[in-house]
């Protein structure tokens, strides 16, 4: 598959089950799916939409290439949340250029706060995150997610 054009588009109610499908198996390769991802993928419109929340997806043509969450905690504060990349294409730029989409869009809103929260055998997740400009740092909130033991708030491009 080529990645030459792929384009970072809103969500569109046509792109959910695709959102649904590649968060899912992401979460069956590496964890469990959890109550809560089953309700947010399943509603994102309700969980995500209509609190505030963005979603983007990186497509070519027809093809959904990856996806991405930015949820809002309100005050400013925004959540940067269910990020899958098609496994044939993974390494090749999409993720990155989802993440730094939500880094825009959070810029772009007057965001005070970005953050994630991922795991430790996420390894080039967490590499790419700190490229980007995340930091670790000690979660201040209790996480929703049982896999979740790593903690990063964005600090601005270094």
């Given at each position: ?20 499908e590649l968060n899912i198996a992401w979460l069956e390769e590496y964890f469990k799916v959890e109550s809560i991802d ?11 939409l209509s609190k505030g929340g963005e979603i983007l997806f990186a ?100």
């Amino acid at each position: 598959m080529s990645l030459d054009g792929f384009e970072i588009v809103p969500y569109d109610k046509k792109y959910q089950p695709v959102f649904y499908e590649l968060n899912i198996a992401w979460l069956e390769e590496y964890f469990k799916v959890e109550s809560i991802d089953e309700a947010v993928l399943s509603d994102p419109e309700t969980y995500i939409l209509s609190k505030g929340g963005e979603i983007l997806f990186a497509v070519s043509g027809t093809m959904v290439l990856g996806v991405v969450a930015m949820k809002t905690g309100g005050d400013g504060v925004f959540e940067l949340t269910k990020l899958a990349v098609d496994p044939n294409i993974r390494k090749g730029g999409i993720g990155r250029a989802l993440c730094e989409k939500v880094i825009e869009r959070f810029q772009a809103r007057d965001g005070k706060l970005l953050y994630l929260e991922t795991n430790t055998l996420l390894k080039n997740a967490i590499r790419l995150y700190h490229k980007i400009g995340f930091k670790e740092l000690p979660n201040p909130i209790d996480s929703p997610y049982e896999r979740s033991n790593y903690y990063m708030e964005w600090q601005g491009n270094t």
